[in-house]
């Protein structure tokens, strides 16, 4: 009886230590190149890759983001960005039922191929893969977006984010 009342007492002991609610924030870990992970303990979380430099005045990064609750699991899938540091334009590329590829290998193809910089054969060649391709358009509030272009274009001027620009002289 006692050996018994021990393992219910350790087995309610070890419950309360993973009982976190579904979507308490855990912890978040910046990654080199403006990049962000994040996790909400067993419910999930999120993985944001640091920009790239692809030329231009072009940069790009990844990310995902996952959940796994009572209700079910689910995930946005992995997408892709490519982002325009002096326009504030930009394009994201993401799953589809059609899609051949991950949004994540797409962008490590474009770059094999040097053609991460280049809109066009960007979204070309997203849509022929079956990628869903969204543009997308930052604004002064866009921190991650101005994160990335200080790092690799900080004399960049940007109408997109009057306050942010050529911060550094």
């Known amino acids: 009886m006692r050996k018994r009342a021990i393992s219910s007492v350790?087995?309610?002991?070890?419950?309360?230590?993973?009982?976190?609610?579904?979507?308490?924030?855990i912890g978040t870990r910046d990654l080199p190149g403006c990049g962000r992970e994040t996790s909400y303990g067993i419910a999930g979380g999120s993985m944001r890759s640091g920009w790239v430099d692809e030329g231009g005045g072009y940069i790009s990064n990844t990310h995902a983001q996952w959940s796994?609750?009572?209700g079910?699991?689910?995930?946005?899938?992995?997408?892709?960005?490519?982002?325009n540091c002096a326009s504030g334009e930009g394009m994201r590329f993401g799953w589809s039922p059609r899609a051949s590829v991950s949004a994540h290998d797409f962008i490590d193809r474009m770059r094999k191929?040097?053609?991460?910089?280049?809109?066009?054969?960007?979204?070309?060649e997203g849509r022929r893969l079956g990628l869903t391709v969204r543009q997308t358009r930052a604004n002064a509030e866009s921190e991650t977006a101005i994160c990335g272009c200080e790092l690799y274009y900080p004399q960049t001027e940007r109408a997109w984010a009057p306050e942010a620009s050529n911060l550094k002289s």
């Open 10 to 25: 350790a087995f309610l002991m070890a419950v309360a230590a993973c009982d976190r609610s579904s979507g308490e924030h």
């Open 72 to 83: 079910g699991a689910g995930s946005d899938g992995p997408s892709a960005r490519l982002f």
């Open 113 to 124: 191929a040097k053609k991460a910089g280049d809109p066009e054969a960007m979204v070309s």
């Open 68 to 70: 796994d609750s009572l």
